[in-house]
């Protein structure tokens, strides 16, 4: 069985802390800041949880801001 | 594996396209409009439409869509995208051009501009979105309110006595002769998103094969207008819009 | 030289000068008593020959939106219509000019207001000249007196449109635009081609952005401190225009002790008033403004310095006399004679107003 593994980077700066992303993801891989704020003043998104990312794309394909990068890894 | 080693250039699979620049969206957050400008800036480039485009910007809250999307753009009065693209495509045939209109700007004061732009089989894409409100000048009533939808010019619900009904203008364009591809689409999931994308990628294309005019209406939220969350926003966009508004192709002329 | 001299109605001469400058597209919509420029247009099929484009449009709302789109792509494009039609397009037009876009808007007024009548009428001046839609603005705007100026005017007023980046009007009489005269039509030339047009025009949305940032074609500024720098760069236009640009006509003004200020088909029959003033042995000169905007001041103020009093004459109830004033000043017996509503004067009645106005006969 491959294995899959996913990364994905956040422009914390471009993020408007929608939370769309969070809600797409099928892994849970991201939340939003609880407390902190970017210099906008939203609660953007973060990995919280990088391990379960698989990759999709998912996030990304949502975000209307396109601040999320995605990286993807198929180990044979 | 670690998170670094998979953070490298070569297992990107995903990253901002490149005709959509660094300059913030002004748009709220979570608004559909986003979206949809990433997927067509994605378009524009897959498709080798980056030096060869005019879109035409409503008035609305998509009036500075030229901000964000970097091809050559004119920003036309209210209502009037269809007859610019018009005359930018008879007069620059091998161009793409398309128009990107909200539900005000195409179904209430444009729908002369629209009507005869599709009548007359413009080869022009006309991306419609429609979130049922007037965003940019907060939150009044558009032609495709849905029955009993609060705005601040209904705040006791639209009354169709008072206001007519929720006007359902991509089934009147999907009539006309003039146009070959007329579908309804939404970007609330991913899986939505990649159906719109292939939908306004086919409208292009339509267009630069002179098959006339191909509108994709995408049902967009509001949420600072619905005043909902992002979230919600979907949701409700999906069990309201969507029953009043199907989702899906009203007309595909275009065997694939 | 030997030029072919032919037969047309002014509204036809526009059409066949439109055709011959290497106009690329023609968007209109039909009204009386200007319809015949399409109506040309279309017989003559100039897509089979020069490539141009022209479009019959649902309305003149959607013609100067058209032309609006074509413009902003670096295309030399038009419109024409008349009075209520021009009315329609005024947003549009205020579009053109606040986006600095050349292009050319054909005005052959009938009398109103409203619906008013088909029948000529000048009573368009101040819409013409003073802005028309919203917005601090001027067009340039050319008053054709004859055939000929109909045809010539079509290749002026686009080169001055391009020259400054800035809309201009060919503001006709419905005289001059349903009477047939002698003209001798411009020499055809071809249309630009796609990197002329790049040349002349970097700023414009061509869609063919290769090397360059995109262009784009816009009115909107939210920055009130850049749009404040936009409306000076705009006046500066203007005051450039006014420097370089007034065109006016002259007759019998050396000796005149009375002077009559009259433009499009009106000046012409008051030349035959004041013929018949000099036979009686009345002083009378003529000035006849040829740009509306910019206005001819200057010849005026200087003309009226051996002279009595003024005549405006108009098809209007007193549009262009309001410049006249402005250029003389108080002190001079300024007075108007319109005839409104469609109603055309006769020589003989202008110079009855002429002897009652300025003379007390």
């Known amino acids: 069985m491959p294995k899959i593994y996913g990364a994905v980077t956040i422009n914390a700066e471009r993020c408007k802390g929608c939370e769309l992303c969070v809600i797409a993801c099928p892994t849970k891989v991201l939340q939003l800041q609880p407390k902190e704020v970017n210099n906008k003043g939203y609660h953007y998104a973060t990995v919280v949880n990088a391990e379960a ?24 | 594996m670690k998170q670094e080693d998979i953070i490298c250039p070569e297992n990107r699979v995903y990253a901002k396209p490149r005709l959509l620049n660094d300059n913030t969206m002004h748009y709220c957050p979570g608004c559909s409009h986003g979206v949809v400008h990433r997927i067509i800036a994605e378009i524009l480039d897959e498709e080798g439409y980056a030096d060869n485009t005019v879109g035409v910007a409503p008035v609305g809250c998509a009036v500075f869509a030229y901000k964000y999307i970097d091809v050559d753009w004119v920003e036309a009065a209210h209502g009037r995208a269809p007859a610019l693209a018009t005359a930018i495509k008879r007069l620059n045939p091998d161009r793409l051009v398309f128009t990107y209109q909200g539900d005000g700007d195409l179904a209430a004061i444009g729908t002369g501009e629209t009507i005869h732009a599709a009548n007359r089989a413009e080869n022009i894409t006309i991306i419609f979105i429609n ?56 970007v609330d999931t991913p899986a939505a998103v990649k159906k719109a994308k292939k939908a306004i990628a086919q409208a292009f294309a339509n267009s630069m094969a002179g098959r006339g005019t191909s509108v994709v209406e995408i049902l967009g939220t509001c949420a600072s207008g619905w005043k909902m969350s992002p979230h919600d926003a979907n949701l409700w966009m999906r069990e309201h819009m969507g029953e009043h508004y199907q989702l899906g192709d009203l007309k595909n002329e275009v065997k694939q | 030289m030997n030029q072919e001299v032919k037969l047309m109605k002014g509204n036809e ?40 484009v022209v479009l019959q449009a649902e309305s003149e709302i959607a013609s100067i939106n058209m032309v609006y789109g074509g413009a ?5 494009v038009m419109t024409s219509s008349s009075s209520p039609g021009i009315s329609l397009m005024q947003e549009g037009i205020s579009y053109l000019a606040a986006s600095e876009l050349p292009a050319l808007i054909v005005n052959v007024m009938r009398g109103g207001p409203g619906l008013g009548t088909i029948h000529p009428s000048q009573s368009d001046y101040f819409q013409a000249t003073k802005g028309g839609g919203h917005g601090d603005y001027h067009l340039i705007v050319l008053a054709p007196a004859t055939v000929q100026e109909m045809a010539d005017f079509v290749g002026l007023g686009f080169d001055l449109a391009f020259k400054y980046r800035t809309p201009a009007m060919i503001l006709a009489d419905g005289i001059v635009g349903q009477m047939m005269e002698k003209v001798v039509l411009p020499e055809p030339r071809p249309r630009r081609t796609e990197e002329e047009i790049a040349r002349q025009c970097p700023w414009a949305a061509t869609g063919h952005s290769h090397g360059r940032k995109p262009n784009v074609v816009t009115s909107l500024e939210l920055d009130s401190a850049l749009m404040e720098k936009n409306n000076e760069r705009f006046q500066r236009t203007y005051r450039e225009i006014e420097k370089n640009e007034v065109r006016y006509e002259s007759y019998h003004t050396e000796d005149a002790e ?36 910019p206005f001819p001041y200057d010849a005026i103020a200087e003309a009226s310095k051996t002279c009595k009093g003024i005549l405006v004459t108009e098809l209007n109830a007193g549009q262009m006399i309001e410049d006249v004033r402005l250029a003389v000043g108080r002190n001079m017996n300024v007075r108007h004679f319109g005839r409104m509503g469609g109603i055309v004067p006769n020589p003989s009645e202008i110079l009855s107003a002429l002897k009652k106005e300025l003379i007390g006969e």
């Open chain 2, 131 to 186: 979130n049922g409100i007037y965003g940019m000048t907060g939150g009044q009533m558009a032609p495709t309110t849905l029955e009993g939808m609060k705005t601040a010019t209904t705040p006791y619900g639209r009354r169709i006595d008072l206001n007519g009904y929720p006007l359902n203008i991509s089934e009147l364009l999907a009539k006309l002769d003039g146009t070959c591809y007329v579908t309804r689409q939404s």
């Open chain 3, 258 to 293: 009375y002077l009559i200020v009259a433009f499009g088909t009106v000046a012409r029959i008051c030349l035959k008033a004041i013929e018949d003033a000099r036979a009686e042995g009345i002083k009378v000169g003529l000035i006849r403004p040829i740009t509306l905007w």
């Open chain 1, 53 to 76: 990312c698989i990759g999709c794309a998912s996030c990304a394909t949502v975000c209307p801001d396109a601040c999320i990068e995605v990286y993807k890894v198929i180990e044979k």
């Open chain 3, 72 to 76: 902003a792509t670096g295309k030399a």
């Open chain 3, 13 to 52: 001469a526009i059409a066949h000068a439109a055709i011959r400058y290497g106009v690329d597209g023609y968007f209109g919509y039909p009204i009386t008593p200007q319809s015949e420029v399409l109506e040309t247009l279309e017989a003559e099929m100039p897509w089979e020959t020069t490539g141009m």
